[in-house]
Nanobody, 130 residues
Framework: QLQLVESGGGLVQPGGSLRLSCAAS????????IAWFRQAPGKEREPISC????????NYADSVKGRFTISRDNAKNAVYLQMNGLRPEDTAVYYC???????????????????????WGQGTQVTVSS
């Protein structure tokens, strides 16, 4: 059974860093684009970064560009999100998601929209506060 499990969230002061991990079981992630989304209180879930199956292509939302870095280790069947320069507005539940096989290539050109992803983790809370 496919399972995605996020970890690494927590409470951090503004300007601090966190590294989120997304570990997969029941499936090999090698063939799939993987994305990180986040949902802040009272807001819709939004894509913030995605990475192609090979890791050669990445996308970032403007709000995190230059501060967050997505990476993957297919040997470990995991994807990571390094978050530096955290701001209070980064406070949210962060989710990793796997693109469907049908959309895994196209979604990189579609901005990794939510409807292209068919499997989700349970989320990890990130709180940025002094």
């Amino acid at each position: 059974q496919l399972q995605l499990v996020e970890s690494g969230g927590g409470l951090v002061q503004p300007g601090g860093s966190l590294r989120l991990s997304c570990a997969a079981s029941g499936i090999t992630l090698d063939y799939y684009t993987i994305a990180w989304f986040r949902q802040a209180p009272g807001k819709e879930r939004e894509p913030i970064s995605c990475i192609s199956s090979t890791g050669h292509d990445t996308n970032y939302a403007d709000s995190v560009k230059g501060r967050f870095t997505i990476s993957r280790d297919n040997a470990k069947n995991a994807v990571y999100l390094q978050m530096n320069g955290l701001r209070p507005e980064d406070t949210a539940v962060y989710y990793c998601a796997k693109a469907s096989l049908l959309m895994t290539m196209a979604t990189m050109n579609r901005g990794c929209v939510e409807t292209d992803f068919d499997s989700w983790g349970q989320g990890t809370q990130v709180t940025v506060s002094s």
